[in-house]
Structure formats: structure tokens, C-alpha cells
């Protein structure tokens, strides 16, 4: 198992803020992934994130609007920049290695008024 | 198209009223079907994983079943503190190129 810690866990922002949230394993792994959960729906790949390159996003997101960094093994961030109330949703970290199951920080609370 | 869905949406039952929940797919290459749960305010909590179909798990009152086409989470005689939303994903694809496939999920609730 892996055990990942998540900050914050939750945040008010005003709209056209940027909010960096952080995501850190007990364990080194090569994949890290960002998902965002939107109230009442499933989990949404945003971007996996490898230790080393540039992050892979999904369709639908972008790099200008969600920068992630991961400048370890252990560790990533994602920025949500230039918010707006659409962002409002509940951002997920989670990490796996390859042939098991998908492990996630308790997530971030995020409302943009 | 890579796809995951689950049924009911939402499922009420009274405290000791076994039922199942239901994750159908359609993958390209399945590499493992998992079973989460969810807890209002957190992140997925993880329950199985099914590589095979006829492969069942097992843990306290849940087992989780697998199909070519389907698996179930079957809930035996239900405790008030099984409440959550139970989500079901799937893995397509492989190495760099993976990533899960999530179902909406089921949100039980059960009564007291």
C-alpha cells in the first residue's frame, strides 16, 4: 500500500486566484496521477505525472490551466490557475505501481466564489 | 470506446438486507477491475482487484465477483456503517499508456 498526504484539504478562493495543491508518498513511485471529481460524478483524469518529464494531460485539460510539477519520486504538485466557480470540485492525487491497485490522498475541497 | 457503468445509481437498504451491486464494462485488453469505496469528503478508499473472470475476493460482508462482461459486489447483511458510495473502475491499456476507467458509481445508504 502507499500512504499520501494531501494539502490542502480544502480551500475558499476568489475567482481569478490560482490554488497549488500538494501531494506527498511515503514510498517512491513513478506514476502520480491528478484527477478532479466534480460534485455528483465519477473520477476525471486530469494528467498522469512522471518523475522526469512532462506531465501527460488528458483531453479536455490543458497545461496553462493546470501546471503539475513533480520534481521527485515522492512528490507533485498541481496548480489550478485562474479560477473560476466551473473549478469548483474535489481534486484527487493517486499513485500506483505498475500491476496494482491505484492508491489516493483524501483529496481537496476546492470552492471558487 | 472504453467504458464503465454501474447500476443502481443509488440502492437504500434496511440493516441486514443482503443485495448487489452491479459494474458492467466494455475494455479493449482488460488488465484488472477494481472495487473502491468512497466516504462523503474523501478519497477512494480501496476495496478488490479482479484480473480474471471467476476470480472472487472476499472481505467481511463484501465479495466481488467477475464476468467476461461484468462483476458484482454482493453486500451480506448490510451494517448502517456500509453507507458510501462504492465506485468501480477497470485498467486499459499498459505500461506508461494505462489508466482506469471509472464507473459513476452506486451510493447505498442503509438504514438503521
Known amino acids: 500500500s502507499a500512504v499520501i498526504s494531501q494539502k490542502p484539504s480544502r480551500d475558499i478562493c476568489q475567482r481569478g486566484t490560482s490554488l497549488t495543491i500538494q501531494c506527498q508518498v511515503d514510498s517512491q513511485v513513478t506514476m502520480m496521477f491528478w484527477y478532479r471529481q466534480q460534485p455528483g460524478q465519477s473520477l476525471t483524469l486530469i494528467a498522469t505525472a512522471n518523475q522526469g518529464s512532462e506531465a501527460t494531460y488528458e483531453s479536455g485539460f490543458v497545461i496553462d490551466k493546470f501546471p503539475i510539477s513533480r520534481p521527485n519520486l515522492t512528490f507533485s504538485t498541481l496548480t489550478v490557475s485562474n479560477m473560476s466557480p466551473e473549478d469548483s470540485s474535489i481534486y484527487l492525487c493517486?499513485?500506483?505501481?505498475?500491476?496494482?491497485?491505484?492508491?489516493f490522498g483524501q483529496g481537496t475541497r476546492l470552492t471558487v466564489v | 470506446e472504453d467504458q464503465v457503468t454501474q447500476s443502481p445509481e443509488a440502492l437504500r437498504l434496511q440493516e441486514g438486507e443482503s443485495s448487489s451491486l452491479n459494474c458492467s464494462y466494455t475494455?479493449?485488453?482488460?488488465?484488472?477491475l477494481f472495487w473502491y469505496r468512497q466516504d462523503p469528503g474523501k478519497g477512494p478508499e480501496f476495496l478488490f482487484t479482479l484480473y480474471s473472470a471467476g476470480e472472487e475476493k472476499e472481505k467481511e460482508r463484501l465479495k466481488a465477483t467477475l464476468t467476461k462482461k461484468e462483476s458484482f459486489l454482493h453486500i451480506t447483511a448490510p451494517k448502517p456503517e456500509d453507507s458510501a458510495t462504492y465506485l468501480c473502475?477497470?485498467?486499459?491499456?499498459?505500461?506508461?499508456?494505462?489508466?482506469?476507467?471509472w464507473g459513476l458509481g452506486t451510493s447505498l445508504g442503509v438504514n438503521p
Open positions: 473502475a477497470v485498467q486499459a491499456g499498459a505500461g506508461n499508456n494505462r489508466k482506469l476507467i
Open positions: 493517486s499513485v500506483e505501481r505498475i500491476g496494482t491497485e491505484a492508491f
Open positions: 475494455v479493449s485488453g482488460l488488465r484488472g
